[in-house]
Nanobody, 124 residues
């Protein structure tokens, strides 16, 4: 069993920045053994992958819409994955979720483990 708790969302003006955090825990869960992903879901839209990072943090994967603006990172000692979001735009408004999954060959496969999400709202 894995528990994921996102935080750091909020209301920000266009051009601003936010840093999301996702803390993972679980009795038999070893964070450093798993790849992680960040997803978002805007009202009326399907959930989409924003970024993914391997268990050792190499070669992150980004959606085209956030490349150059968002940075995913992880601290295995703190059992936390981060999403630094810069130059935010109203189109980035969504609920952001983290996920435990599998990242290989440039593709991320999500699992059924999700956090409760954190709301990001970008005003114009």
């Amino acid at each position: 069993q894995v528990r994921l708790v996102e935080s750091g969302g909020g209301l920000v003006q266009a051009g601003g920045s936010l840093r999301l955090s996702c803390a993972a825990s679980g009795r038999t869960f070893t964070f450093s053994n798993y790849d992680m992903g960040w997803f978002r879901q805007a009202p009326g839209k399907e959930r989409e992958l924003v970024a993914a990072i391997s268990r050792i943090g190499f070669t992150p994967l980004y959606a085209d819409s956030v490349k150059g603006r968002f940075t995913v990172s992880r601290d295995n000692t703190k059992i936390t994955v981060y999403l630094q979001m810069n130059s935010l735009q109203p189109a980035d408004t969504a609920v952001y979720y983290c996920n435990v999954g599998t990242y290989s060959s440039g593709r991320y496969r999500e699992s059924d483990y999700w956090g409760q999400g954190t709301q990001v709202t970008v005003s114009s």
